[in-house]
């Protein structure tokens, strides 16, 4: 690759999620990177990753080679010529215009994550480990690797689908009323508005420990009470979000969502685990979304924002990030 693309900034998220819409535009894949490997996961993630990206905008095919371990003798030139043929022959396979690179690692996730900085992506795609079911997430330990920490949003592409793939026609969002899952149905809109496509919501209200998970805690002794509050205030909020087809429930929302999943085409959730901002940290949904996740799963990071009260209060008063 010859030098950096400009880098181009995801939307930046409002202060508190009652801030104008306009500050919020949604996230801008103009510069996609696809970690490849030369297996079928690879191809998973390069086709997920040609249709996420914008029409005009750059997509880079990436492999990372494992640095010298042990006694073993280790040739970066050879490795960098290995990779190189690795990605000449997955681009032309795939059939897309792409640009190629590569570099040397102790770990497959470090790599892409350097590789992903140097080159300014706003998206990284990767693929589902081999042992997951067809047409579902599951991702190993190099994904997950390649996950936690990413400097940008990251999208894993479910098993087989180079094979099988499914238009953009209902794009579900795991939405909460934090600039988080604001941050998420921006980015809906703007991939609906791309491909013509609808726009689902799902809100999971459900006890966790100190208050409500996907909702603000509510100070009430019945638990019952509590919950039927706060899935009213779902649906109102839901009710008031223009071109969206809401709905709510209760549960446990990595499993809600991992269901609500074989519904539609796409998820898109926020990143509320809690590391560096902007960095992508994955909490308890997205982690089980990795897992059992029936669809292509889109994670966007933390903003870099001041969390409105809503999101401060409810990491006091929550045993953990539910996404």
């Known amino acids: ?47 997920l990753g040609a249709l996420l990206r914008d029409p005009d905008g750059r997509l880079t095919l990436a492999h990372v080679s494992s640095g010298p371990g042990g006694t073993t003798l280790f040739d970066p030139a050879a490795a960098s010529a290995e990779s190189l043929r690795l990605l000449e022959g997955e681009r032309k396979a795939a059939s897309v215009i792409a640009e190629l690179t590569s570099c040397t690692s102790p770990g497959v996730g470090r790599g892409l994550h350097r590789l992903a900085e140097e080159h300014d992506a706003d998206l990284l795609v990767v693929g589902s480990c081999r042992r997951g ?37 209902t794009i579900g969002v795991g939405y909460e009323d934090t600039a988080a899952g604001e941050g998420a149905l921006a980015s809906a809109r703007r991939l609906a508005a791309r491909h013509g496509a609808k726009i689902r919501a799902l809100t999971v209200v459900g006890l966790s420990s ?33 071109g ?62 001041i969390p409105s009260a809503a999101d401060a209060e409810h990491e006091e008063t929550t045993a953990g990030p539910v996404s």
């Open 244 to 305: 969206v087809d809401g709905r709510v429930t209760s549960g446990v929302p990595g499993e809600e969502l991992a269901a609500f999943g074989g519904e539609i085409d796409l998820l898109i959730v926020g990143s509320r685990g809690y590391g560096p901002v902007r960095r992508l940290m994955l909490g308890s949904t997205s982690q089980r979304l990795t897992h059992s996740g029936r669809c292509p799963l889109l994670v966007l990071p933390r903003p870099a924002a």
């Open 133 to 169: 079911l067809l047409g579902r997430v599951f991702v190993g330990d190099d994904t997950r690797a390649s996950l936690n920490g990413a400097s940008c949003a990251v999208a894993v592409a479910p098993r087989g689908y180079a094979e099988h793939p499914t238009a953009i026609k």
């Open 210 to 242: 100190g208050g409500l998970a996907y909702w603000e805690p509510i100070a009430m002794v019945d638990a019952g009470e509590a919950i039927t509050t706060a899935e009213q205030a779902a649906k109102d909020r839901l009710a008031s979000l223009e």
């Open 1 to 47: 690759m010859t030098g950096k693309s400009p880098s181009v900034a995801n939307g930046r998220a409002r202060e508190t999620a009652s801030s104008e819409p306009a500050e919020h535009e949604g996230a801008v894949f103009a510069n996609v990177m696809v970690g490849v490997d030369g297996t079928p996961n690879g191809r998973d993630a390069i086709a």
